[in-house]
């Protein structure tokens, strides 16, 4: 049977997947962080990177994170690449863009259908793929709180949670450690130290959750 708490769950997924595709899709636009600092994720992301500094610590004047941010990800020069198949060990060409995986996870997203707006990027930016995951929530968040009978609703449900946990499990999970590695290794301002820490704790967690074995997230029966 769903519960009311596993609705909760999914939506506050959905809630941090959304705020970490906007933080590391584009240089934080001053609108950008108020709607973020509204969800409250400012807040937990200095709680769970272990950062005593209060929320006004991190929103810096926004040209500062602009430029920060395009440091770390844009270039020129050195830069922390935000794509996936740069850092898979299971590509042939490991540390280029558009790898074999690239066109994997591009054909698996549009198998199932989901409303993406980054597609104008290469389908492997770490924002694409906490998208895909963020949708993925609403739809299960959406199905459990619709006013369909669960008879209806469960084998829906069902396959989103199994769709979740093969796209994390085989798009996001084995790299997203060394790409937050390199972010470290950038010496990062403390807005983007934080996030770095925040991501990996999230990830962990969710490598727990998702994992081919565990049926924590979703159950219905």
């Given amino acids: 049977m769903t519960k009311p708490s596993d609705a909760r769950i999914y939506e506050s997924r959905a809630v941090v997947y959304g705020a970490?595709?906007?933080l590391y899709l584009a240089p934080p636009e001053p609108e950008i962080l108020i709607d973020v600092e509204r969800t409250g994720f400012l807040q937990l992301m200095l709680e769970?990177?272990?950062?005593?500094a209060g929320v006004g610590s991190l929103l810096v004047d926004s040209d500062e994170l602009s430029a920060e941010f395009t440091r770390l990800f844009l270039g020129p020069g050195h830069h922390v690449s935000p794509h996936a198949s740069v850092y898979r060990k299971d590509e042939?060409?490991?540390g280029?863009?558009?790898?074999?995986?690239t066109g994997e996870v591009k054909?698996?997203?549009?198998?199932?259908?989901?409303?993406?707006?980054q597609s104008a990027i290469i389908p492997d930016h770490i924002a694409v793929l906490f998208?895909?995951?963020q949708q993925v929530q609403m739809k299960v968040h959406e199905l459990m709180t619709s006013d369909r009978p669960e008879s209806e609703t469960k084998v829906e449900i069902d396959l989103a949670v199994q769709v979740e946990r093969d796209f994390f499990?085989?798009?996001?999970s084995g790299w997203i450690d060394s790409f937050l590695d390199a972010v470290e290794k950038a010496?990062?301002?403390?807005?983007?130290?934080?996030?770095?820490?925040?991501?990996?704790?999230?990830?962990?967690?969710e490598r727990s959750d998702l994992s081919p074995d565990s049926c924590t997230h979703g159950s219905t029966n």
Avoid: D, K
Avoid at 48 to 52: A, F, R, S
Avoid at 169 to 172: A, C, E, G, K, L
Avoid at 187 to 205: D, E, I, S
């Fill in 20 to 22: 970490m595709t906007r």
């Fill in 48 to 52: 769970v990177g272990g950062e005593e």
């Fill in 92 to 94: 042939p060409q490991s």
């Fill in 96 to 101: 280029e863009l558009w790898g074999h995986s």
């Fill in 107 to 117: 054909r698996f997203m549009e198998h199932y259908g989901l409303t993406l707006h």
């Fill in 131 to 133: 998208e895909f995951m």
């Fill in 169 to 172: 499990n085989n798009y996001i």
């Fill in 187 to 205: 010496n990062p301002c403390l807005f983007y130290a934080v996030l770095a820490r925040f991501t990996r704790l999230f990830m962990a967690n």
